[in-house]
Structure formats: C-alpha cells, structure tokens
C-alpha cells in the first residue's frame, strides 16, 4: 500500500468517526490487505486527528467476541486524548450503533517496552506497570456490519475505538490481586446487567498486556511510559441506551460511573 493510499483510507475512516456515519468497505485502491497495512491506515488516522496517543486498547480478548467479529485473534487500537473522559461523563450516544458499554482493567506503564528483537515475557511487562486503573469502554464502527470486514479493515478503523472512561489509579496492592479470578460486576440504572472476571480477557489479563507489548514490538512501535493499556471486557458487553447510567464495581479496584445522553 503506497502511503498516499494509507492517508486517503485514513482520512475517509476519521471523517466518518466525526460525523458518525459508515460505510460498507472501504475502497479497492486503499483497502489494506493485511494487519501490518490496517495498522499503518490507524497510525495515518492518529495523524489526522492531530490529538495525542495515550495508549492502547486491546479488542476481541474473549472467544465470543472474536467469533462475533470474526477475527483470529486480538486487536491493538490507539487511544486518542480527546475520546478519554472522565469519571461520571455524559456520552452522546447519537448514531453509535454497537451501543454497549464494557467494563475493563487498565494498566498504566511507568517504564517504556521499546520496539526489539527478542519477545517481552510476562515478568518484565507486569515489571513495567504501575498502576491499575477502571474503564469503561464505549466502542462503535464506522463499517455498517463490522462482523464481515476482517481484521484489517478493523484495525485500520481504531479497532472499534470510540470514547473510554477512565478511572481513578486503584489505592489498594493490586499485585497481591489474583487478576484473572477477580471478579466484576456492571449495572445498568441501579440493577445488575453483567458480571465477570478478569479470566475472560484471553485467561488473564496479563496475557493481553504481554501479546500488546510484542504486537507493538513487532510494528516497530512498543509502549512508551506513562501509556495506559485498557485490556478489553470483562464483563459481558452492557446494551446502554440514552438516559441510561451505568456503575461498575471492580471492587478494591475502584468503581466507575458513566451516563448516557
């Protein structure tokens, strides 16, 4: 893919986002045909926006959403300075057509993973986080079926990004949290909607933080300090709906508020 195929694919993908509305495919002459292509369209796209990467977001961490998707395996997608909201915001539902809100685990660096030869393991990533933080996740597509696509086309549109909540850094030790059996619960105007555990993200949470750092790695990208990684649901995806609020409960981790307009 030639980069003036790359900026017009990105340009056509941002300009759908702000105005959300979608198109079925994108064109023939900027379609990219692999992940390493989807990937340079989302970088483009960055660019466009002319808004800071804050970090990652990790989509189809669950068996199910990858079948629902249709896609091997995960997906990176950038996080954009001006889609990250604070705890308690107000989100414009207006044509999001997922419309579902996700409750995750989000995992801040203090140390950089540079982009390298050999993998990252398990120790040395977990080494490199210094926080863990709640999210709420709030994706939406700007294909009109984003089931049929395929994971380039995915990729290349921000991997379903949209807008996220962030919480406030978690006061308690999380590194005595056995993060994968702990257990989360999301409720839609006072009543449970949805609960799980952090072993719906790939088994483990840390196993999406270490495919990232290498997914990254391999790219030539990596994660830079201070990046913050959300790490996908852990819950069942919450069906929202404006006038909606929703609650998640992350336990010692925190809890997290977000409404609907």
């Known amino acids: 893919m030639t980069p003036q195929a790359s900026h017009r694919a990105a340009q056509l993908l941002w300009d759908h986002w702000q105005h959300t509305t979608r198109l079925a495919a994108l064109p023939e002459d900027c379609r990219p045909r692999s992940r390493v292509e989807g990937y340079a369209i989302q970088a483009e796209m960055a660019i466009i926006s002319g808004q800071p990467v804050v970090g990652w977001k990790i989509a189809a961490t669950t068996e199910s959403g990858q079948r629902h998707i249709n896609v091997a395996g995960p997906l990176a997608g950038r996080l954009l300075r001006q889609k990250v909201l604070a705890p308690g915001a107000a989100i414009r539902l207006g044509d999001n057509h ?3 809100a996700e409750a995750e685990l989000v995992f801040r660096f203090a140390q ?3 982009s390298r030869a050999a993998p990252y393991h398990e120790a040395e990533v977990m080494s490199a986080v210094d926080a863990v933080l709640p999210g709420i996740e ?4 700007r294909y009109e079926d984003f089931c049929v696509v395929g994971d380039a086309q995915l990729i290349a549109e921000n991997a379903c990004a949209a807008w996220f909540v962030l919480g406030e850094e978690a006061a ?3 590194h005595r949290i056995d993060l994968k059996s702990h257990p989360v619960q999301a409720y839609r105007n006072g009543q449970l909607a949805g609960e799980g555990t952090g072993a719906m993200v790939l088994g483990d949470p840390k196993i999406a933080l270490v495919w990232i750092a290498n997914e990254l790695s391999a790219l030539g990208l990596g994660l830079r300090t201070g990046d913050i990684v959300t790490t996908g649901t852990v819950v069942i995806p919450v069906r929202v709906e ?3 609020a929703i609650h998640c409960d992350f336990g010692v981790l925190g809890q997290l508020d977000a409404r609907f307009v």
């Open 98 to 100: 997922m419309r579902v």
């Open 112 to 114: 950089a993973l540079p």
């Open 138 to 141: 709030v994706p939406d597509s």
């Open 172 to 174: 308690t030790d999380w």
């Open 242 to 244: 404006p006038g909606d």
